[in-house]
């Protein structure tokens, strides 16, 4: 419920809340990856939206995991009810040759699947920013669009986005993992 982690009021009367469109993103990630073998995703938020998981608490359940990748979704804000925004994605100020591969594979297969660019998205930056610093495993933060932006708002809000985020995401997940389609067990 904190400030700046909701759409704009002028933008979206619901004001829909940064954790809602970022769930939404998961469970459909969940839901596809689920058809696929050896895998297992652990989800680092309160998958009830209640409790804001602090940032050091996530990294060290996924490192305490031994997490192969890390993947944090969000959605950004700073544009005030200005037109552009789009979809940005952060790996570590000096990143492994592994996050920068992943960032570049998640990047072109979400400019893809979405078509948002914006005008305002450096598309692939570095950041000192925690995931992507304390994580053990390759890293990539995404930001999904921004939440305060007059042409982003009615995209992101929309299920057709998060259902292409989600098909994005999967994608470059089940190619870099080189995972395997379970078989389908027929009735006898």
Not at 48 to 63: F, S, W
Not at 160 to 179: M, Q
Request: glycine share 6%; charged share 30%; net charge neutral.
């Amino acid at each position: 419920y904190t400030a700046g982690k909701r759409c704009l009021k002028s933008l979206d009367p619901n004001e829909t809340r940064e954790w809602t469109l970022n769930s939404r993103i998961c469970q459909k990630i969940e839901e596809k990856l689920k058809n696929y073998s050896d895998i297992e995703v652990l989800r680092l938020d309160d998958k009830t939206g209640n409790t804001d998981i602090p940032l050091k608490q996530r990294t060290d359940k996924a490192n305490a995991f031994g997490a192969d990748f890390y993947l944090s979704l969000h959605h950004n804000a700073g544009i005030n009810g200005g037109i552009g925004g789009g979809i940005e994605t952060y790996t570590y100020i000096r990143p492994s040759k592994e996050s920068s591969d992943w960032q570049d594979d998640l990047y072109s297969a979400l400019i893809r699947y979405t078509n948002l660019k914006g005008n305002r998205s450096n598309g692939k930056r570095q950041k000192n920013l925690h995931e992507v610093r304390e994580s053990k495993m390759p890293a990539v933060l995404v930001e999904c669009g921004f939440m305060d932006s007059v042409t982003d708002v009615p995209i992101i809000l929309s299920d057709e986005f998060a259902e292409n985020v989600a098909n994005a995401c999967s994608e470059v997940i089940v190619n870099r993992a080189e995972l395997k389609k379970k078989a389908i067990q027929t009735p006898v």
